[in-house]
């Protein structure tokens, strides 16, 4: 009986689904309703951190890096800017996501331009509009180096600051055209980077030890021109290599190829594929750059050193880590490492940001003090080299330490006097009695600080100098 009532059911059914409309199954049947759906593998995945976060993070970093150009804080600080948001970036390389199309972010296309009318227009004219953007720069600086002189403009030496802001946005537009363009796309793509090739081989040979034209001066822990004259080559080419420390001039050149590297890396993760081996590449060249900070130490500067240094392990931890975590975590484990690094690399550009800030604030300093040299002397004169001198620790030291800091101070103390010297420009009755007090309560402990009476004789010799010019003028 149950299989002859399974059969009417089934012939009901089918009569049914052949008849009109208004024909029904006068069988009771149980209705069910099924709804489904599925996930778009194309969807974006949701940002493990606020996309707000990053974006300041990112424009910060782009911010910091173009301030960085005006401050020339270094070399070193311009790349791990410009390199920070490629990290970022590569962190959130999805295989289930679509390939990034459409208008480049400023960072990567600053004149965003667009050049025809392919998928790749944007590519082409970043290429185009970045190595115009340099061009235009180097023209400005040639035109300043003319008429203040190669040494003062720091020229051609002050270019590698642009060249460091651009270099790695240009390589990814530049290796996208090679990879996707038509013949003539590919064309300008490999132009760009065998002119950046070109350009890096070029630094090389200036920082080469064959052709090298400076030393360290181990005293003044300085570049200085080789041989005892002044022949103005770190002047010109300082920007390459002042704040690098001895034997540690051909840095320059592992900034220029990181960078390099970091946006070849970037034009394949805008495919959003195979991401898992771009990460392992990823890791291994943010590794490297880590440990070459680390282990050889470039800076000049310990503390710049210890800063550079965290932020480069730090980047390199993180994109190592989400590197391990693609390929043995499950997808849910992977979004949670990925919220962790994401979020370090957002720290690091706003670490950053911040410290261009400080820089920014210390270089407006120094042009105040290039403006007004003399009221920055006179400040200078009464309060940094009083306090000096009237410091224990000068008075305790020992013989050579002890000639050193008064030779300091009385370039210090006398720059004022120097300068000063005419009806307009005179130093303050206060700032003089400031001297001449220092002068009076100077008291030698010991035979150590005797040393310091020839220098105080001497102020006090210019400073009658400078009162017989100043009543003459009266």
Not at 35 to 45: M, V
Request: proline share 4%; glycine share 8%.
């Amino acid at each position: 009986m149950r299989g002859i009532f399974l059969l009417l059911c089934a012939a009901c059914m089918s009569t049914n689904s052949l008849a009109g409309p208004e024909q029904h199954c006068k069988v009771p049947m149980a209705k069910i309703f099924i709804s489904g759906g599925f996930k778009d593998p194309f969807a974006p995945s949701p940002s493990p951190i606020p996309i707000v976060f990053k974006k300041i993070g990112d424009n910060g970093a782009a911010v910091s890096s173009g301030v960085s150009l005006f401050t020339a804080v270094g070399p070193t600080q311009i790349g791990q800017n410009s390199r920070s948001g490629a990290a970022l970036e590569l962190l959130g390389c999805d295989n289930n996501t679509e390939p990034e199309e459409g208008q480049l972010s400023w960072q990567d296309n600053p004149l965003q331009l667009s050049i025809g009318n392919s998928s790749l227009q944007y590519h082409v004219g970043a290429v185009v509009g970045n190595w115009a953007l340099f061009v235009g720069v180097a023209g400005i600086c040639k035109g300043v180096a003319l008429k203040l002189g190669y040494d003062k403009a720091g020229f051609p030496g002050s270019l590698i600051l642009p060249t460091l802001f651009l270099i790695a946005p240009t390589t990814t537009s530049s290796v996208t055209l090679i990879r996707d363009g038509s013949p003539g796309q590919q064309a300008i793509g490999g132009v760009s980077i065998a002119v950046s090739l070109l350009a890096t081989g070029s630094i090389g040979a200036v920082v080469h030890p064959k052709y090298f034209k400076g030393q360290w001066d181990v005293q003044e822990q300085e570049w200085v021109d080789l041989g005892k004259i002044k022949t103005g080559y770190v002047d010109r080419y300082g920007y390459l290599f002042e704040t690098y420390g001895q034997g540690r001039q051909w840095y320059i050149l592992v900034e220029l190829l990181t960078s390099m590297a970091v946006g070849g890396l970037k034009s394949y993760q805008i495919l959003q594929q195979n991401c898992e081996a771009l990460l392992g590449i990823g890791a291994g060249v943010y590794d490297a750059y880590a440990i070459s900070q680390i282990a050889l130490r470039p800076s000049s500067n310990h503390h710049l050193q210890l800063c550079y240094s965290a932020i480069a392990a730090a980047q390199a931890v993180a994109v190592s880590t989400q590197a391990i975590a693609v390929q043995a975590a499950s997808e849910e484990m992977q979004e949670k490492v990925r919220t962790v690094t994401e979020s370090v690399i957002v720290v690091t550009e706003y670490l950053l940001m911040i410290k261009t800030l400080y820089d920014m604030g210390r270089r407006i300093q120094s042009w105040y003090e290039r403006l007004y040299p003399k009221a920055a002397a006179v400040h200078c004169a009464t309060h940094g080299s009083l306090a000096t001198l009237r410091s224990p620790s000068i008075q305790s030291s020992n013989s050579h330490q002890s000639d050193l800091s008064q030779t300091e101070m009385a370039e210090r103390l006398l720059l004022p006097v120097r300068e000063l010297n005419t009806p307009t420009d005179r130093l303050s009755d206060h700032s003089i009695a400031s001297i001449e007090s220092m002068v009076a309560d100077f008291e030698p402990q010991d035979d150590s600080s005797k040393s310091g009476l020839g220098f105080l004789e001497m102020i006090e010799d210019a400073l009658e100098a400078y009162k017989e010019s100043k009543d003459k003028h009266e």
